[in-house]
């Protein structure tokens, strides 16, 4: 249940005094530890360029933060960069433009590439408008998110061309960019070319490029301008070394810039990128200080002039021989790479980059997707593409990384690996061609159908994956779910007589023959559904080990949780709103209201993982507790400003661990049992950060105003709606005696050994637990955001 700790940062005491060395290093050494070291054999990062950095560049790092001096600015102009880690910065740029093949350059080093780009396509965004002209960009759809990224923050129209066979920009594509462009009056075109796609390895014709854009720039003077920034990230510290004739860089005089990444391949530590720009380009960005009339052409401020010492020193510690031994060897690794596939599925199309250490595959069976173990313990991240060669067929490509720090070892265990999940693919896969088994049914029943249009449990369609079922397998969690239909496990249903309240009951499980060892039990009648769980899913659930949703006209739903030892744990009212809900849940001693609450289970993309977020907007509890003090605010965190618009918490691709827990303000009030009067929210929250205006967006006021009051008998909210017209206050209420009088009437199910449970005991359970519920769960005293039964 490692999950659980890891919802989201709330504050934490500041420390008072310093921690003791001792307990200093603990707390590191743990952090340390849950690092894979480069050359962990369980564990390789074959999804990413990313290498051990080498020990020079760590030592001069280190040494020189010491000095701690600082590189703003730029230093690579004449009387500039003169002493100390400045003439470094001025060397080692100095150095890369002799490799990239340069006149006399400008630049700067930057946190990374993303940078470098960022800061190119200013100047390029500057000098094209400041000559008049309307500004597009044009790339491949296959670039960078950096490129994109730079485009958002510049306010630049991006035109993304679609990735062809060549997984590359084609000449082609470029020459009809350029002219839609022009025909359509945009006369400022910067063109982003790519040597070394991040994903594939692959290199745009950047000389082709530049030749052509260089003519037509030559044709219409004063009327086209042209700018070309070539992202050279990847591929700047590779392929001058496995491939010196590729014409890139600034052999071309159409290049105007270049964005490299020594943190990549370069074998720097993060982060050490730099910005290589011809000369007077520059000063296009520059800006005067007004207080020190210092001029300053960079995107950041301060810089560590360290990063610039420890490039110098790297750069000279292995100069071209050092870099070209590295590279040699990254393609020999990726070829073994590449054997390590064909080996694991000889029918996979195999796509080594040319001149660089990356081979994309994709994989022969139905689908051609890897496992999530496997891509989660390689980091892998696929990505469909259409094949080459094959006439624009799209397959789904895995990329792997020959790093500078991948070992022999690692290779033979991924190969193991590979060919594990790729054997069991294709068995799969030959299973499920097999004959049709009862062709055309459903997977789960009617019953369950339409259970599931009333509830957000999504037990329902998916299940723990076969021999994980233990909690106490490692990794086992609440996010490693597979779909039923994976597993062929139905939910089966059978008529098990008539409710006592009317109407037909059927009881459904995944296995009727064995109901109570599988995920969960249902009784279900057309008032209620009640679940029990499963050992498994008890120990890893949080409500509780029974769960009953009573099903109620309007817009009022009732959710009733229990423990497994039979105690009533709580009784969820909920308001349904457009979106999510405003609740009142209740329990033997306390009530939380939770206003504009929306949980949603998500599939995470590419992968059998589940997991799911709860974002609410304003949560109080109430909490009573022995003695008879008066209601005292125990926490009261102002988080979000719901006068912004906010965008929901995590989107998917975002959702990775659960629990996922939002809260624009969190409240919690304690009040002892004994102690009699009222409180008012406002007084209670005045001195604290939330102050004496508690607004949230609910899930039936929209944006309003919460006031209320705690007394002896309860809570009783009140939500203003703050859009015009006006309207009442909808009343979000509920009086302490609800809890304990749910808690003495219900009745009691111990369920703590699913396995000696009958079938009949459960529905009679179920049935008389509607009953009580029907008499004692709605009173008079509840009173939830206008919505009733
Ligand atoms: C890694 C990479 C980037 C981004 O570089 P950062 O150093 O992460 O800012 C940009 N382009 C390409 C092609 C890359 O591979």
Same mark, same amino acid.
């Given at each position: ?299 950041? @401020?301060?810089?560590? *002039? /360290?990063? $610039? +010492? #420890?490039?110098? &020193?790297?750069?000279? %510690?292995? !100069? ?95 190969? @193991?690996?590979?060919? *594990? /999940?790729? $054997? +069991? #693919?294709?068995? &799969?896969?030959?299973? %499920?061609? !097999? ?355």
């Amino acid at each position: 249940m490692g999950d659980l700790d890891t919802g989201w940062a709330v504050p934490t005491d500041f420390p008072e005094t310093g921690w003791t060395p001792e307990s200093i290093d603990q707390h590191l050494a743990q952090a340390r530890a849950e690092i894979p070291a480069w050359n962990d054999p369980q564990q390789t990062r074959l999804g990413f360029a990313m290498a051990a950095p080498h020990p020079q560049a760590v030592r001069t790092l280190g040494d020189w933060s010491a000095l701690n001096t600082n590189n703003v600015g730029v230093h690579t102009r004449f009387g500039e960069g003169k002493t100390g880690t400045r003439r470094l910065e001025k060397e080692a740029l100095a150095a890369l433009a002799g490799l990239y093949r340069a006149g006399a350059l400008d630049g700067h080093l930057t946190s990374g590439a993303s940078e470098a780009t960022l800061a190119a396509l200013r100047i390029a965004r500057n000098l094209l408008r400041g000559a008049g002209h309307r500004v597009r960009v044009i790339t491949s759809d296959l670039c960078h998110a950096s490129v994109g990224k730079a485009a958002e923050i510049l306010d630049l129209d991006l035109v993304r061309l679609p990735a062809g066979p060549t997984w590359t920009l084609t000449l082609d594509q470029v020459r009809q960019a350029a002219a839609d462009a022009i025909a359509e009056d945009v006369t400022g075109i910067i063109v982003v070319a790519t040597a070394g796609y991040y994903n594939s390895g692959f290199a745009d014709p950047v000389d082709a490029i530049a030749a052509h854009l260089r003519d037509l720039a030559f044709q219409h003077p004063e009327k086209v301008r042209f700018f070309l920034h070539v992202d050279a990230a990847h591929g700047g510290f590779v392929f001058p070394f496995t491939a010196p004739d590729l014409p890139f860089d600034f052999r071309n005089p159409g290049v105007h810039s270049m964005a490299v990444d020594p943190h990549k391949a370069g074998l720097m530590p993060y982060s050490c990128g730099a910005l290589l720009v011809r000369k007077g380009l520059l000063e296009h960005v520059t800006r005067i200080d007004p207080h020190t009339r210092i001029p300053d052409e960079t995107v950041l @401020g301060s810089r560590p *002039g /360290a990063m $610039a +010492a #420890a490039l110098w &020193a790297t750069l000279h %510690t292995l !100069g071209r021989t050092g870099y070209t031994t590295l590279a040699t060897r990254c393609l020999e690794h990726r070829d073994q790479l590449a054997a390590a596939i064909q080996a694991a599925d000889p029918d996979a199309l195999l796509v080594p980059a040319p001149n660089a250490p990356v081979v994309s595959a994709a994989f022969s069976h139905p689908g051609g997707q890897l496992p999530p173990e496997l891509c989660e313990r390689y980091r892998l991240v696929p990505l469909t593409l259409p094949a080459p060669e094959k006439d624009g067929e799209r397959r789904l490509f895995y990329h792997f990384y020959a790093s500078a720090s991948l070992t022999e070892p690692q290779i033979t265990a991924f190969a @193991g690996h590979l060919a *594990g /999940a790729t $054997a +069991a #693919a294709r068995t &799969a896969a030959a299973r %499920t061609a !097999g004959p049709a088994d009862g062709a055309g049914r459903s997977i789960t029943s009617d019953v369950v159908a339409d259970t599931r249009t009333h509830t957000d449990c999504f037990r329902h369609f998916v299940v723990h994956p076969e021999a994980r079922r233990d909690p106490d397998v490692p990794g086992y969690s609440f996010h490693t779910f597979t779909q039923r239909r994976a597993t062929d496990e139905q939910i089966q249903d059978i008529p098990f007589g008539q409710a006592r309240a009317g109407g037909p009951l059927w009881v459904y499980a995944p296995d009727l023959k064995d109901p109570f060892a599988n995920e969960l039990f249902g009784v279900r009648t057309d008032h209620y559904f009640l679940e029990v769980l499963d050992r498994h899913q008890q120990q890893l659930s949080l409500v509780g080990a029974i769960h009953a949703t009573i099903l109620l006209p309007g817009t009022l739903r009732v959710l009733l949780n229990f423990e497994s030892d039979g105690a009533f744990r709580s009784a969820e009212y909920k308001a349904l709103g457009e979106h999510g809900a405003d609740e009142l849940q209740i329990f033997p001693d306390a009530i939380t209201a939770k206003i504009g609450k929306h949980a949603a289970g998500f599939r995470r993309p590419r992968s059998d993982d589940y997991s799911f977020s709860i974002d609410t907007s304003a949560e109080i509890t109430v909490r009573r507790t022995d003695g008879d003090g008066p209601p005292t605010v125990v926490t009261a965190r102002h988080n979000a400003d719901v006068l912004l618009p906010r965008r929901p918490h995590l989107r998917r691709e975002q959702f990775r661990r659960f629990p996922n827990r939002f809260f624009d303000a969190e409240v919690d009030i304690e009040a002892g049992r004994a102690w009699t009067g009222a409180a008012y929210l406002p007084e209670l929250l005045a001195p604290t950060p939330v102050g004496t205006v508690l607004a949230a967006r609910s899930a039936t006021a929209e944006l309003c105003t919460v006031d209320g009051r705690i007394t002896d008998a309860g809570l009783h909210l009140a939500l203003t709606p703050l859009a015009e017209p006006r309207t009442d206050a909808l009343e979000l209420a509920a009086t302490w005696d609800l809890g304990l009088r749910l808690h003495d009437a219900l009745p009691r199910l111990d369920v703590q050994d699913p396995a000696r449970l009958s079938i009949e005991q459960v529905v009679e359970f179920a049935e008389s637990v509607h009953e009580v519920f029907t008499r004692t769960g709605l009173p008079a005293g509840l009173a939830i955001a206008g919505a009733r039964p």
